[in-house]
């Protein structure tokens, strides 16, 4: 049974640091790419981060040179410590495989978690 638990977040002012991590069971993690996604109010998901089974990172543009994601293979935990923290961050941040999970025909998903960039 796939089960992904993330935690971490909250509130945080403008040029702050955070950091977001999730737990993974019920799939081979330690051979799949592994992402971060996030969404915002009335925007779709999208993929901010992910790292190959082979460790290597990749970042969309607007997050490059901020935020830098980690695995634990040992734990299954995916991580993504994020710095110089900005309003157009916020978003509520998943953690899934690249690309996401699927049972059957349906997408899973964990419950998420906020990040609220504010002053």
């Known amino acids: 049974q796939v089960q992904i638990a993330e935690s971490g977040g909250g509130l945080v002012q403008p040029g702050g640091s955070l950091r977001v991590s999730c737990e993974v069971s019920g799939t081979t993690f330690e051979d799949s790419t592994m992402g971060w996604y996030r969404q915002a109010p009335g925007e779709e998901r999208e993929l901010v981060a992910l790292i190959s089974s082979a460790n290597s990172p990749w970042y969309t543009g607007a997050v490059e040179g901020r935020f830098t994601i980690s695995r634990d293979n040992a734990r299954n935990t995916l991580d993504l410590q994020m710095k110089s923290l900005q309003p157009e961050d916020t978003a509520v941040y998943y953690c899934?495989?690249?690309?996401?999970?699927?049972?059957?025909?349906?997408?899973?998903w964990g419950q998420g978690i906020q990040v609220t960039v504010s002053s």
């Open positions: 899934n495989e690249v690309p996401r999970i699927q049972i059957g025909s349906d997408a899973y």
